[in-house]
Nanobody
Framework: QVQLVESGGGLVQAGGSLRLSCAVS????????MGWYRQFPGKEREFVAF????????YADSVKGRFTISREKNEKNTVYLQMTSLRPEDTAVYYC??????WGQGTLVTVSS
């Protein structure tokens, strides 16, 4: 069974930084595109960023210039989301996604004002 395991969430003050990690566990051949989504309380999950196997990236407008997605080409297909200049409105549960429909369990990011 293939799973995505996230880590790195937590509490940070506004203006601070956090780095989320997502590692793939299980027997896989490859996951080409991976990315991050987030979900605010009572809202639908929304796109944050993705990175293709070739390194192409795309970001939601709300995080451009503040968040950076990257990946390590190792056996875990680890993907990172470096978040800087965090704002209280970034508070959400962040989910890792492996296309098409593989999801992590989510990690909570809380930004205090």
């Amino acid at each position: 069974q293939v799973q995505l395991v996230e880590s790195g969430g937590g509490l940070v003050q506004a203006g601070g930084s956090l780095r989320l990690s997502c590692a793939v566990s299980g027997i896989i051949t490859s996951i080409n595109t991976m990315g991050w989504y987030r979900q605010f309380p009572g809202k639908e999950r929304e796109f944050v960023a993705f990175i293709s196997s070739g390194g192409s990236t795309n970001y939601a407008d709300s995080v451009k210039g503040r968040f950076t997605i990257s990946r390590e080409k190792n056996e875990k297909n680890t993907v990172y989301l470096q978040m800087t200049s965090l704002r209280p409105e970034d508070t959400a549960v962040y989910y890792c996604r492996g296309w098409p429909e593989l999801w992590g369990q989510g990690t909570l990011v809380t930004v205090s004002s």
